[in-house]
């Protein structure tokens, strides 16, 4: 259930709530009144129709949840305020106190935090079940489907890099890998593609698999890389096979977000008092 807006439009919600108004819409049982339609268009800037969708999507969720009985503890809201905190840098006092600068309660804060977490529960036990976990034949025809999208998706490529400070120790290391060469040191990497510069990504992938680059002087000593792999294969699908994955997900979670929302829309008591 993608989330629009949540602290702004609870805010604005809340505010609004405290002010004797006309009921615009009855969904199911839950009041949207005039006014607080107005506000939603003005905060963000939307027409008034889009404000009333948001509104009543806002409702059916509210309904949904309550439905489901979801209940968030006070320890979970306390491990949330702590990673929050945690995330910018402040304490829970701070928090509090630019809270205060800005117009806020520390109790409405915490009100709305926890709707959002409410909501996310709610996805997760509710709207997430319903998606099964795709294939690789699924992804594989996912991807080929779109495979502009993955054009630059980051890959992890197993490399072996041999370094020296002479030029001739390192060719002669790589003539003869299998072998120790005094003054040449070898290292294993897991590097992932969107971590390396341009050229050296160039480098790697013009040069074939169990194969070394060219020497590359690196004005600290000289370089070369032994290709194990380019990501989990040789290129294509196995190469971003994670990167696909996720983008499948992300688009499946957003539809099943959608689907649930419509079929509340369409199964909802919804009333038109006045607009």
Do not use: C
């Not at 040069?207 to 294509?236: C, L």
């Not at 971003?240 to 199964?267: H, I, T």
């Amino acid at each position: 259930m993608k989330k629009i807006l949540p602290f702004l439009l609870s805010a604005i919600i809340s505010t609004q709530a405290q002010v004797l108004d006309a009921i615009a819409i009855d969904v199911e049982g839950e009041a949207i009144t005039t006014l607080e339609i107005q506000a939603v268009q003005q905060k963000l800037k939307m027409s008034k129709q889009a404000a009333v969708e948001t509104l009543i999507k806002d409702r059916l969720e509210k309904s949904a949840i309550k439905k489901a009985g979801i209940v968030i503890s006070q320890q979970e809201i306390q491990a949330k305020v702590n990673q929050i905190a945690a995330s910018k840098g402040l304490t829970e006092q701070r928090m509090k106190q630019l809270l205060v600068e800005k117009g806020l309660t520390w109790e409405t804060y915490i009100e709305q935090l926890t709707k959002e977490m409410k909501k996310e529960h709610f996805f997760q036990e509710v709207i997430l079940s319903t998606i099964d976990r795709p294939s690789d034949d699924e992804l594989e025809e996912y991807y080929n489907a779109h495979p502009q999208d993955f054009a630059n998706a980051p890959r992890q490529m197993s490399l072996v890099a041999y370094k020296s400070d002479s030029p001739m120790s390192l060719k002669q290391a790589i003539s003869n890998p299998m072998q120790p060469t005094e003054g040449v040191n070898k290292q294993n990497i897991l590097a992932s593609s969107n971590e390396m510069s341009p050229e050296l990504l160039q480098l790697i992938d013009s040069t074939a698999i169990n194969s070394f680059t060219k020497p590359v002087n690196t004005g600290k000593g000289y370089i070369s890389y032994y290709v194990k792999s380019k990501g989990s294969g040789q290129g294509g699908f196995a190469a971003v096979k994670n990167a696909v994955a996720a983008k499948w997900v992300q688009e499946q979670r957003v539809q099943a977000g959608k689907d649930f929302l419509n079929k509340l829309k369409s199964n909802a008591k919804i009333r038109v008092i006045r607009l």
